[in-house]
């Protein structure tokens, strides 16, 4: 049942692991492949179900996209946000899920941590000093 | 022999970095208007802290999770936000008057007006965060805050009538100028100024920022354990110096220069330098823990990359809150505000915040999935459920006392 | 459903902040209860404990005891205080004769202090020769006089 962040098993042994969804990934932090975190996982986007057809037979629906930023604020006060303001993480990023979930690329170049790189490039780097270890 | 050093320099800046404007308020005007009839809150505060802390950084060094990560994973987005505005406004409140006693501080060194040091305070602390190690950091203003041993040395050249003291510590009664909801107040703001929720966050951080393992366990617990009790009995020092000395004439605290009185009396010009640069060093670390606590909260609900381990263009936002956080103090204190009246009303209002972090902190403690076999004891639990329990009540309390002393007049 | 859910919450939000507004409000009533005589008498406990201050201060400043930064700071501080009591007995609404005879008294003897502690400052910044320890314990003689038979209004 609880995934141990230490063993990464071959994907076929997952068919039998259950996720809870809002236990074991929301809220969780988020960490790139180098261990840098990127964000919180503040919501999930799953596969839509079709429109007017029995449900019976279909797929069930699958986890698309991990969601961040201003999904984080429509969660806590209510709402929807349209779905071209949402922040996507693609799901098949995922490499593992333990304590936090650890992605497989470089934050550096996804969407979710652009307000990271806009306050380095535009007022952190300018600072004298920002650009070297502390000593 | 390298390791014995290790663990002596440990303890010695856990006894340093122990007191903060909070402490230095509070337990001096305790002192001044209850004699050591509160002394036994300050135990009750260490023992606190000393659980509450050594817990926070077995969680972090095990898990490797920082507290604001944990309350947010546990409590949820909804509840965490809530938790997350009070904890960062009431950390925010502290911080502000820890640079304000900083400037108090410099103006008994220098005479010069504290509103003229706060910007030049702030500047500095940042100065320090942006360009200085962590280890360093602590290390030195941890060492240099030693001086503070002064108040315990001044209490022994006072020569006290000591039955007189101990027996006002054993056995407490509401002194007869004072009410009973005073008193409870007090003892209100003394458990708080002891055990104030930024040495946690700033606990637990730091044991990611320094990368402690489950080896570092031990060195940590001894920091804690010893440090942290004697960091606690130069507080009572404090109280007492006040009790012998301001007491019996009538004075009760209302500012900094009058906790510097009874130290003067005791050992003159020297004791007085010494004591000053306590202050500063004491205060200085506490705006430092204080600042980075501000960052560390924010960045670690939203899942922002933090730490000074990390280059600031490397953790930028991190940098960020903090620049603003201490721009927002210095905004408050440029209004005139008195630092003295800030740390009063931040003591009290660490006290209500408590069990916001305290709980997640110790239901995590007690999850295999964070810490597999180095869950809570049996013991631990049970020390640690009778504290939940007295931070509730102190915390639920705490307001109806204000409001019917009007904040301790 | 969302909709009534939402009002929900923001009652919520609405009586958590006129609670916390309660609050502070009655905080700051607690301060002045007791009518005139009550403000006296707190302004005096504050005004004896100023003095006491000063009066310390100055003697250990006489006996080399203190730094001057803290001589100065200490000074500096009780004097505000004093003030402040001041203005808190400027402030207060008399309704008797006995409560106006009350604050012309506080008032004197707190003006008194006050020029003490000035004349302290002046005697420690080397301005004048005059030796303000006599009158500085004189007068707090006085203030705590006057503290004690007010005592019973607090």
Same mark, same amino acid.
């Given at each position: 049942?609880t995934?141990?962040?230490?063993?990464?098993?071959?994907?076929?042994?997952?068919?039998?692991?259950?996720?809870?969804?809002?236990?074991?990934?929301?809220?969780?932090?988020?960490?790139?492949?180098?261990?840098v975190?990127?964000?919180?996982?503040?919501d999930?986007?799953?596969?839509?179900?079709?429109?007017?057809v029995?449900?019976?037979?279909?797929?069930a629906?699958?986890i698309?996209?991990?969601?961040?930023?201003?999904?984080?604020?429509?969660r $806590?006060?209510g709402?929807?946000?349209?779905?071209?303001?949402l922040t996507? $993480?693609?799901?098949?990023?995922v490499?593992? $899920?333990g304590v936090?979930?650890?992605?497989g690329?470089?934050?550096?170049?996804?969407?979710?941590?652009w307000?990271?790189?806009?306050?380095?490039?535009h $007022?952190?780097a300018h600072?004298p000093?920002?650009?070297?270890?502390?000593? | 022999?390298?390791?014995?050093?290790?663990?002596?320099?440990?303890?010695?800046?856990?006894?340093?970095?122990?007191?903060?404007?909070?402490?230095?308020?509070?337990?001096s005007?305790?002192?001044?208007r209850?004699?050591?009839?509160?002394?036994?809150?300050?135990?009750?505060?260490?023992? @606190?802290?000393?659980?509450?802390?050594?817990?926070?950084?077995?969680?972090?060094?095990?898990?490797?999770?920082?507290?604001f990560?944990?309350?947010?994973?546990?409590? &949820?987005?909804r509840?965490?936000?809530?938790?997350l505005?009070?904890?960062?406004?009431?950390?925010?409140?502290?911080?502000?008057?820890?640079?304000?006693?900083?400037?108090?501080?410099?103006?008994?060194?220098?005479s010069?007006?504290?509103?003229?040091w706060?910007?030049v305070?702030?500047?500095?602390?940042?100065?320090?965060?942006w360009?200085?190690?962590?280890?360093?950091?602590?290390?030195?203003?941890?060492l240099l @805050?030693l001086?503070?041993?002064?108040?315990?040395?001044?209490v %022994?050249l006072?020569?006290p009538?000591?039955a007189?003291?101990?027996?006002?510590?054993?056995?407490?009664?509401?002194?007869?100028?004072?009410?009973?909801?005073?008193?409870?107040?007090?003892?209100?703001?003394?458990?708080?100024?002891?055990?104030?929720?930024?040495?946690?966050?700033?606990?637990?951080?730091?044991a990611?920022?320094?990368?402690?393992?489950?080896k570092?366990?031990?060195?940590s617990?001894?920091?804690?354990?010893? &440090?942290?009790?004697?960091?606690?009995?130069?507080?009572?020092?404090?109280?007492?110096?006040?009790?012998?000395?301001?007491?019996?004439? &009538?004075?009760?605290?209302?500012?900094?220069?009058?906790?510097?009185?009874?130290v003067?009396?005791?050992?003159?010009?020297?004791?007085?330098?010494?004591?000053?640069?306590g202050?500063?060093?004491?205060?200085?670390?506490?705006?430092?823990?204080?600042?980075?606590?501000?960052?560390?909260?924010?960045?670690?609900?939203?899942?922002?990359?933090?730490?000074?381990f990390?280059?600031?263009?490397?953790?930028?936002?991190f940098?960020?809150?903090?620049?603003?956080?201490l721009?927002?103090?210095?905004?408050?204190?440029?209004?005139?505000?008195?630092p003295?009246?800030?740390?009063?009303?931040?003591?009290?209002?660490?006290?209500?915040?408590l069990?916001?972090?305290?709980?997640?902190?110790?239901?995590?403690?007690?999850?295999?999935q964070?810490?597999?076999?180095?869950?809570?004891?049996?013991?631990?639990?049970?020390v640690?459920?009778? %504290?939940?329990?007295?931070?509730?009540?102190?915390?639920?309390?705490?307001?109806?006392?204000?409001?019917?002393?009007?904040?301790?007049? | 459903?969302?909709?009534?859910?939402?009002?929900?919450?923001?009652r919520?939000?609405? /009586?958590?902040?006129?609670?916390?507004?309660?609050?502070?409000?009655?905080a700051?009533?607690?301060?002045?209860?007791?009518?005139?005589?009550?403000?006296f008498s707190?302004?005096?406990?504050?005004? /004896?404990?100023?003095?006491?201050?000063?009066?310390?201060?100055?003697?250990?400043?006489?006996?080399?005891?203190?730094?001057?930064?803290?001589?100065?700071?200490?000074?500096?501080d009780?004097?505000?205080e004093l003030?402040d009591?001041?203005? *808190?007995?400027?402030?207060?609404?008399?309704?008797?004769?006995?409560?106006?005879?009350? *604050?012309?008294?506080?008032?004197?003897?707190?003006?008194?202090a006050?020029?003490d502690?000035?004349?302290? *400052?002046?005697?420690? /910044?080397?301005? /004048?020769?005059d030796?303000?320890?006599?009158?500085?314990?004189?007068?707090?003689?006085?203030?705590?006089?006057?503290?004690?038979?007010?005592?019973?209004?607090?």
């Amino acid at each position: 049942m609880t995934p141990h962040d230490d063993s990464l098993a071959p994907p076929d042994t997952y068919a039998g692991q259950v996720l809870d969804a809002q236990l074991h990934l929301l809220d969780r932090q988020v960490l790139d492949t180098d261990g840098v975190p990127v964000s919180t996982l503040d919501d999930l986007e799953i596969t839509d179900l079709p429109l007017d057809v029995s449900l019976r037979g279909t797929p069930a629906p699958t986890i698309a996209n991990l969601l961040t930023g201003v999904t984080l604020g429509t969660r $806590i006060f209510g709402g929807r946000p349209p779905s071209s303001r949402l922040t996507r $993480i693609p799901w098949r990023h995922v490499t593992d $899920i333990g304590v936090v979930v650890t992605l497989g690329v470089s934050g550096e170049r996804l969407d979710a941590t652009w307000p990271e790189r806009w306050v380095r490039d535009h $007022i952190v780097a300018h600072i004298p000093g920002g650009r070297h270890d502390p000593e | 022999m390298k390791q014995l050093l290790g663990v002596a320099l440990g303890i010695l800046t856990a006894i340093g970095g122990f007191l903060d404007i909070g402490d230095l308020v509070t337990s001096s005007v305790v002192g001044s208007r209850f004699g050591m009839t509160l002394v036994w809150v300050i135990v009750l505060g260490v023992i @606190g802290i000393c659980v509450f802390a050594q817990m926070s950084g077995r969680v972090a060094a095990i898990s490797g999770r920082a507290t604001f990560e944990i309350v947010r994973e546990r409590l &949820g987005a909804r509840m965490a936000v809530a938790n997350l505005g009070a904890s960062f406004l009431i950390n925010l409140l502290t911080l502000t008057a820890e640079i304000g006693g900083v400037a108090l501080a410099l103006q008994l060194a220098s005479s010069i007006e504290p509103t003229l040091w706060v910007p030049v305070a702030a500047f500095a602390v940042w100065l320090v965060i942006w360009r200085v190690k962590f280890s360093i950091m602590e290390n030195v203003t941890g060492l240099l @805050g030693l001086c503070l041993i002064v108040f315990a040395v001044a209490v %022994f050249l006072l020569q006290p009538d000591w039955a007189t003291l101990t027996g006002q510590a054993i056995a407490p009664s509401v002194p007869a100028t004072e009410t009973g909801a005073t008193y409870w107040y007090y003892a209100i703001a003394l458990f708080g100024s002891a055990m104030t929720p930024y040495e946690v966050f700033f606990f637990s951080s730091g044991a990611v920022e320094e990368k402690w393992t489950k080896k570092d366990l031990t060195q940590s617990r001894i920091n804690v354990l010893v &440090g942290f009790p004697l960091g606690g009995i130069l507080s009572i020092a404090i109280a007492a110096c006040a009790t012998i000395v301001l007491l019996p004439q &009538g004075i009760q605290v209302t500012s900094l220069s009058q906790v510097a009185l009874p130290v003067a009396e005791a050992g003159g010009k020297l004791a007085v330098a010494i004591v000053i640069v306590g202050m500063i060093a004491a205060t200085f670390g506490a705006t430092l823990e204080t600042t980075l606590s501000s960052g560390y909260t924010i960045a670690q609900f939203f899942g922002w990359s933090w730490g000074k381990f990390r280059r600031p263009v490397k953790a930028a936002r991190f940098h960020l809150v903090m620049i603003i956080c201490l721009l927002v103090g210095i905004a408050v204190l440029a209004t005139g505000a008195d630092p003295v009246m800030i740390t009063e009303y931040s003591v009290v209002f660490s006290a209500i915040a408590l069990p916001l972090t305290y709980l997640p902190i110790l239901l995590v403690a007690n999850d295999k999935q964070y810490m597999g076999d180095l869950v809570n004891g049996r013991a631990t639990n049970a020390v640690a459920l009778v %504290f939940l329990v007295i931070i509730l009540v102190a915390s639920l309390a705490a307001i109806p006392l204000m409001i019917i002393t009007g904040a301790g007049a | 459903m969302s909709c009534i859910r939402r009002t929900f919450q923001r009652r919520v939000a609405l /009586s958590v902040s006129v609670g916390a507004l309660s609050v502070l409000m009655l905080a700051g009533c607690a301060t002045t209860s007791g009518g005139a005589m009550g403000t006296f008498s707190r302004a005096a406990v504050q005004a /004896s404990s100023a003095l006491s201050t000063a009066q310390l201060t100055f003697q250990l400043y006489t006996t080399d005891r203190s730094t001057n930064g803290v001589t100065d700071t200490a000074l500096k501080d009780s004097l505000k205080e004093l003030l402040d009591a001041e203005q *808190q007995v400027e402030d207060a609404s008399p309704q008797t004769d006995a409560e106006v005879a009350t *604050q012309a008294e506080s008032l004197k003897q707190i003006r008194a202090a006050a020029d003490d502690v000035i004349a302290a *400052q002046l005697a420690v /910044s080397g301005t /004048s020769s005059d030796d303000p320890t006599q009158s500085l314990s004189a007068q707090d003689a006085a203030l705590n006089d006057l503290r004690q038979q007010l005592e019973p209004y607090k």
